[in-house]
């Protein structure tokens, strides 16, 4: 069923939610990047990705690979809300014996690969796109990256082989927040001139803000960007996003939230809610 841009937006902001009290409970997760990659995923997940809930292992789904593998909160959480698994089980997230590891884990309906060594993903995507071709199948295959990822050198043998066998059917998304772990991406190991890179290997390259809901379903619905090549989307995120104190730290990749961090960011992110109502009900009048 078609989602309005308000609705995902409204859905981001319950997503971002739901990851922050899920990690606050388990006092561990990847805050920054989770909340950073909400909206791609939202968008993918509730809009632009062909899947079936009750038939995850369908063959002509759309993939997901999520190559940044350690922000997973955020897949989690969209995975029970879309009903892969019971929402109550977002209570284990992290315990002893969950299948809600800190990582993406294939035991787990709706996941398809186990991600977090950083430069696997990307691989595993030209694979899946390449079996489409081969098999005469439809399915497209989404693979989001980090940016500090983008240091990895099999990223870069992967992309090769994306425009080698020219891969229109596979749409990579850089999560461009420009932080990593240890800091800034360009002191950590300079990126710049990150989109003529991936140019220069093949890609058609499309530039946006990608915690902006409208700019990412515009992009999103209209891939491959190019005929005959595989699409990377260079998604300019913010670290944090929609936690004010959160946002653009690097001490937030995995920091976990205090009881009074949880209560103001909660407390934010209703109030955003509350703003987009009102806008909505502004422009329906
Ligand atoms: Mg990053």
């Not at 997503?15 to 989770?34: N, V």
């Not at 693979?143 to 240091?151: K, P, R, T």
């Not at 240890?182 to 890179?197: A, F, H, N, Y």
Request: aromatic share 6%; proline share 4%; hydrophobic share 40%.
């Amino acid at each position: 069923m078609p989602v309005t841009n308000l609705e995902l937006k409204l859905k981001a902001v319950q997503i971002r939610k739901s990851l922050l009290t899920m990690i606050h409970r388990a006092k561990a997760g990847h805050t920054g990047g989770s909340l950073s990659n909400t909206d791609i995923l939202t968008a993918l997940y509730y809009r632009i990705m062909k899947l079936d809930v009750r038939n995850p292992q369908w063959t002509d789904r759309d993939r997901f690979i999520a190559s940044k593998g350690h922000s997973v909160e955020s897949l989690w959480c969209i995975l029970a809300d879309k009903g892969f698994f019971p929402k109550e089980e977002l209570e284990t997230f992290s315990q002893f014996g969950t299948r809600l590891i800190g990582h993406p884990n294939n035991k787990v309906p709706g996941v398809e690969m186990n991600t977090g060594a950083l430069g696997h993903g990307l691989s595993i995507s030209v694979g899946m796109a390449l079996a489409a071709k081969r098999d005469g199948r439809a399915y497209r295959v989404f693979c989001l990256m980090g940016d500090g990822e983008q240091a990895e050198g099999s990223v870069w043998e992967a992309a090769m082989a994306g425009a080698h066998y020219r891969l229109d059917n596979l749409v990579g998304i850089v999560d461009r927040n420009r932080l990593q772990i240890s800091g800034s991406t360009e002191d950590v190991m300079g990126l710049e001139p990150l989109e003529q890179k991936w140019a220069a290997f093949g890609w058609e390259v499309v530039s946006i803000d990608g915690n902006d809901m409208d700019q990412l379903v515009k992009t999103l619905e209209a891939v491959p960007a190019a005929p005959g090549k595989p699409t990377l989307v260079m998604a300019n995120t913010v670290k944090g996003k929609g936690v004010s104190f959160a946002e653009n730290s690097a001490k937030w990749h995995h920091h976990v939230p205090s009881d009074e961090d949880l209560r103001k960011a909660l407390a934010e992110l209703d109030a955003l809610a509350e703003r987009l109502q009102q806008e909505g009900q502004v422009r329906q009048r």
